[in-house]
């Protein structure tokens, strides 16, 4: 029995609550992500702005924390445009909708991920298409 494709917009409301509050956390995240990634070095965040010398170890531990810090700032940017996009979707009407299969995206799975853009059965078969390629 195929799923409906289109959800009703009371259906949607608790979908975009949640939405519209991941993301503020995200955006909130990101901007403090932002300000410690761009802090210069371990002396200046500390405060310590005396001419002693920096050890190598903690230039090298600042560099791998701002590259961390960068690439989880990218990760939760591609969250927050997925968020976005769901919020558009819920906007125009479309949201729940798988955009593979057109068939309605289930509710348990839309509790987990508000902002999944396919079904399970979709999601899977992309996952296996991307892990097969080269």
Do not use: F, W
Request: hydrophobic share 30%; with cysteine; net charge positive.
């Amino acid at each position: 029995m195929p799923a409906k494709a289109k959800m009703k917009k009371r259906e949607m409301l608790p979908y975009k609550k949640k939405l519209k509050k991941q993301r503020a956390l995200l955006a909130g995240d990101i901007n403090h992500m932002e300000e410690e990634a761009l802090k210069k070095s371990r002396q200046e965040s500390s405060g310590d702005l005396s001419n002693m010398p920096v050890h190598l170890a903690d230039v090298s531990s600042d560099n791998y924390e701002q590259e961390l810090t960068l690439e989880l700032m990218e990760n939760k940017g591609e969250v927050l445009s997925r968020i976005e996009n769901a919020l558009e979707k819920i906007k125009n009407g479309t949201y729940g909708t798988c955009e593979l299969c057109q068939k309605r995206i289930k509710k348990a799975r839309l509790e987990a991920i508000p902002y999944a853009r396919y079904c399970i059965s979709c999601q899977e078969s992309s996952e296996q298409g991307a892990s097969k390629a080269p």
